[in-house]
T-cell receptor
Framework: DSGVTQTPKHLITATGQRVTLRCSPR?????VYWYQQSLDQGLQFLIQ???????AKGNILERFSAQQFPDLHSELNLSSLELGDSALYFC?????????????FGPGTRLTVL | QKEVEQDPGPLSVPEGAIVSLNCTYS??????FMWYRQYSRKGPELLMY????GNKEDGRFTAQVDKSSKYISLFIRDSQPSDSATYLC?????????????FGSGTRLQVQP
């Protein structure tokens, strides 16, 4: 158990809908990263937050957004969902920015868009 | 061409064998090299990381980095059926200007009892 929690484990929804994925980092970790894992693209970095502030963006679509709250949990919002958004979504946390090489992953949320 | 290349496998070995998993990369700015293990439908688990070149050992696992060849390896000694998983290499480096890991596509390992 990495100490990173994610809810829900599974999510099934329809095209055009909006969903929210939630992540709680390891106790004391300030940095949260979101990744998308699909069969054809592997693990792709989406976005990073550090202590409540957005720090970096990767291959994140404009339909997706995220935030990190004062208690350091983070939410990833996916809107106007398309079939191609079906994937595993992971969050990871690290203690500090400088320790991004020590990222610990949560169990993931499996999103299925029908 | 991808920045980090990894043979997808599957790699099938008998129990007790020494396993060698490898990645090549093209960006010389990478400084940290990580290995993650991912069981089916689970989150990646950090096995170990190495900074710059050299070897690092942790139990049955040994990581090697050869920056001159842009080649990294993970060796698993006395492999067990419980080692059956997908192994992902990942890399990072502040000189890349990125704040996240760059992953290989993963190698699926099957250890046969």
């Amino acid at each position: 158990d990495s100490g990173v929690t994610q809810t829900p484990k599974h999510l099934i929804t329809a095209t055009g809908q909006r969903v929210t994925l939630r992540c709680s980092p390891r106790s004391g970790d300030l940095s949260v990263y979101w990744y998308q894992q699909s069969l054809d693209q592997g693990l792709q970095f989406l976005i990073q937050y550090y202590n409540g502030e957005e720090r970096a963006k990767g291959n994140i679509l404009e339909r997706f957004s995220a935030q990190q709250f004062p208690d350091l949990h983070s939410e990833l919002n996916l809107s106007s969902l398309e079939l191609g958004d079906s994937a595993l979504y992971f969050c990871a946390s690290s203690a500090r920015d400088a320790l991004m090489h020590e990222q610990f992953f949560g169990p993931g949320t499996r999103l299925t868009v029908l | 061409q991808k920045e980090v290349e990894q043979d997808p496998g599957p790699l099938s070995v008998p129990e007790g064998a020494i396993v060698s998993l490898n990645c090549t990369y093209s960006n010389s700015a990478f400084q940290y090299f990580m290995w993650y293990r991912q069981y089916s439908r689970k989150g990646p688990e950090l096995l170990m990381y190495t900074y710059s070149s050299g070897n690092k050992e942790d139990g049955r696992f040994t990581a090697q980095v050869d920056k001159s060849s842009k080649y990294i390896s993970l060796f698993i000694r006395d492999s067990q059926p419980s080692d059956s998983a997908t192994y992902l290499c990942a890399m990072s480096g502040w000189r890349t200007g990125r704040r996240a890991l760059t992953f290989g596509s993963g190698t699926r390992l099957q250890v046969q009892p």
